[in-house]
């Protein structure tokens, strides 16, 4: 089993950042991928980055390409989301989750965190 906690949500101007961070505890020597998710009010839940953990590949989705970063720290078994140049159209609850086996799909994950949720203001 593996639990994820989430943490760095707030409210924030357009433009501005945030840094998420998600730390693993339990069985985490065996996560092979993590990833970021978010889901706006009355919308699909939508991946949004994914690290690969042992050869330390990221991955994003097109919408934050170049404005966010997911880093990963193994030995503290935590993983960030760093956010910059926030748009209004990135609110929505942000979700970590990990896997223990390369994802068949993008949302082909295990295990998930509560979330946390970011506020963009315009």
């Known amino acids: 089993q593996v639990q994820l906690v989430e943490s760095g949500g707030g409210l924030v101007q357009a433009g501005g950042s945030l840094r998420l961070s998600c730390a693993a505890s339990?069985?985490?020597?065996?996560?092979?991928?993590m990833g970021w998710f978010r889901q706006a009010p009355g919308k699909e839940r939508e991946f949004v980055a994914a690290?690969?953990?042992?050869?330390?590949?990221?991955y994003y989705a097109d919408s934050v390409k170049g404005r966010f970063t997911m880093s990963n720290d193994n030995g503290k078994n935590t993983v960030y989301l760093q956010m910059n140049s926030l748009k209004p159209e990135d609110t929505a609850v942000y979700y970590c989750?990990?896997?223990?086996?390369?994802?068949?799909?993008?949302?082909?994950?295990?295990?998930w965190g509560q979330g946390t949720q970011v506020t963009v203001s315009s």
């Open positions: 989750a990990a896997q223990y086996r390369p994802p068949s799909t993008l949302y082909d994950y295990a295990y």
């Open positions: 690290v690969a953990r042992s050869v330390d590949s990221t």
């Open positions: 339990g069985r985490t020597f065996s996560i092979y991928s």
